[in-house]
């Protein structure tokens, strides 16, 4: 099954290189659903590059259920294995978006620790409009590794940012570097050890 990486590259992009900004980096600016229609809502992420990727829009709410009454859109579109780790308006919040109930403001997190043996990756952000006046009413970005902060804009709103949702997946994590080295020459000693015991 295709992971929402491989996605990545097929979703529709439109970014603007603004040069250098956050913490002295090159910024990149992203568009989505990235249409040159100037009646639809354009939501936009801001963040050092390479940039976020527009992984899908829509219309109505995405309410971080996976199942039940009101499901979320982006888990059939995101697939199994994908999970909501927070969302801006459910109290204590490990995402922090400024600027709910306007067109712009700021956004940043700090993962929590995963499961043992697992990792959170392919974070995807999404912020959701109010609905019926124009569309999409949401957004998603999917976000490079490491980016955990940047900014965020709706043009052509007229309604402003209702709240956030922060989506990963579990994966297992790989074993590190220095512990597969150590693995190797633990085994390759042993094989010595077996080829001198065998010559004596």
């Known amino acids: 099954m295709k ?38 809502r354009e939501f936009s992420v801001t963040t050092v590059a390479p940039g976020a990727t527009c992984i ?11 199942g039940g009454a009101n499901p979320d859109p982006l888990f059939g579109i995101l697939g199994a294995g994908y ?5 801006s308006d459910s109290g204590p919040s490990i995402l922090s978006v400024t600027g709910t109930g306007t067109l712009s403001g700021n956004w940043s ?29 949401w ?11 940047g900014t965020w804009s709706i043009a052509n709103g007229r309604q402003s940012l209702s709240h956030a949702n922060l989506y990963g ?5 790989a074993v590190p570097l220095p512990a ?9 000693g042993a094989m010595g050890a077996l080829r001198r015991r065998r010559k004596s």
Request: with cysteine; aromatic share 4%.
């Open 83 to 87: 999970q909501l780790i927070d969302k």
């Open 3 to 40: 992971t929402v990486l491989g996605r990545l590259a097929l979703a529709a992009v439109a970014t603007t290189l603004f040069g250098v900004g956050m913490a002295g980096a090159a910024t990149v600016t992203t568009l989505c659903p990235g249409t040159a229609a100037t009646t639809d």
């Open 180 to 188: 597969a080295g150590l693995l190797l020459v633990g085994g390759l």
């Open 109 to 137: 997190f700090l993962l929590p620790a995963a499961p043992a043996g697992m990792i959170w990756a392919n974070l995807v952000l999404a912020f959701k409009s109010g609905v019926a006046q124009l569309n999409p009413d």
């Open 139 to 149: 957004a998603a970005f999917g976000l490079a590794p490491g980016v955990t902060s």
């Open 56 to 66: 899908a829009s829509g219309v109505g709410n995405i309410s971080g259920n996976p």
């Open 169 to 173: 997946e579990l994966v297992p994590s």
